[in-house]
């Protein structure tokens, strides 16, 4: 049973440009969360999917978008990029009614130069 | 709105060493309750869990108990070893099923030989 993974591992970008990371979730999970983990610190809620449509969001800026297919895989996307966007991205997985149950994936190494 | 505090770290300790770290949290109603670990280079991994007042989460020697008078929940492991080193997050789920989590800054755990 394969668990949430996520591509690219690392990733480089220059401030300004546009980036995007996936997700899949667990087998049989029907919301993806995402999640920011700057260095030291406690991952910081980003938004959650669920049927496609975002459902809940954090306080992050609208440079910060997503999308869920119908496969319930996800993608991340952050315009303008900052050099403070640079971070580890987690995706977690769950069921939408048991979401506090959530399945994390190894994340993707955002680096903004 | 709801928070975690956890205890500052880094913690050293010597193998078979007793840890205790500590967590208390606010929110309103009654959220969940977890401790999750990172390992080096790794995303999070859900080490327990407990959803009610007074509720044990236990796994792999690790244990912590929902105390809702004093809003806390502790972790605490008997005899700690080498490969108990990593990054710990205590974090909370609200009330109800699409909950996201609020996660703690963490405290990084280092046992010795």
């Known amino acids: 049973d394969a668990g949430v993974t996520q591509s690219p591992t690392h990733l480089i970008k220059t401030r300004g440009q546009q980036v995007t990371l996936r997700c899949s979730p667990k087998?049989?999970?029907?919301?993806v969360s995402w999640y920011q983990q700057a260095l030291g610190q406690g991952p910081q809620f980003i938004f959650q999917?669920?049927?496609?449509?975002?459902?809940q969001r954090g306080n992050f800026p609208d440079r910060f978008s997503g999308h869920q297919f119908p496969n319930y895989s996800s993608e991340l996307n952050v315009n303008a990029l900052l050099l403070g966007d640079s971070a580890l991205y987690l995706c977690?997985?769950?069921?939408?009614?048991?979401?506090?149950?959530?399945?994390f994936g190894p994340g993707t190494r955002l680096t903004v130069t | 709105g709801n928070s975690v505090t956890q205890m500052e770290g880094p913690v050293t300790l010597s193998e078979e060493a007793f840890l205790t770290i500590n967590c208390t949290y606010t929110a309103t109603g009654y959220p969940s309750l977890f401790w999750y670990v990172q390992y080096p280079g790794e995303g999070l991994q859900l080490l327990l869990k407990a959803t009610k007042a007074d509720d044990k989460g236990s796994n792999k020697g690790f244990e912590a108990t929902y105390r809702k008078e004093t809003t806390s929940f502790h972790l605490e492991k008997g005899s700690v070893q080498v490969s108990d080193s990593a990054v710990y997050f205590c974090?909370?789920?609200?009330?109800?099923?699409?909950?996201?989590?609020?996660f703690g800054k963490g405290t990084k755990l280092t046992v010795n030989p």
């Open positions: 974090a909370l789920s609200g009330q109800g099923g699409s909950e996201k989590l609020v």
């Open positions: 999917y669920y049927e496609e449509e975002e459902r």
């Open positions: 977690a997985s769950s069921f939408y009614e048991v979401s506090y149950e959530q399945y």
């Open positions: 087998s049989g999970h029907d919301t």
